[in-house]
């Protein structure tokens, strides 16, 4: 088993505790669009998630591929996610 999962951050969590709820749905759906492509890089990549304010932001170790990126781009459009195609990425 995989421990060293990327830290799950969110603006004003303390007052909207749901959105930190909402991330970890994101990141396990990404993780089983990356694990269904055979693509295994994702989660040693990956540093932090942030929702801010509807947007999602990556922050990664090592640049994502095209494909990883798209994983948490489809996660965060989902209903699961934000519904919205709002996601940036600081490499």
Known sequence: MF????TLTATDSPLEPDRLERLNRV?????A???SAGCDGLVDKLDQLHD????????WHAAPSA???A??????ASRIGA?????????
């Open 83 to 91: 519904g919205t195609t709002s996601v940036e990425h600081e490499f």
């Open 67 to 69: 494909d990883e990126q």
């Open 71 to 76: 994983f948490l781009a489809q996660a965060w």
């Open 27 to 31: 990141y396990g759906y990404a993780m």
């Open 52 to 59: 801010h304010k509807g947007t999602l932001i990556a922050f």
């Open 3 to 6: 421990l060293d999962h990327p």
């Open 33 to 35: 669009l990356a694990d």
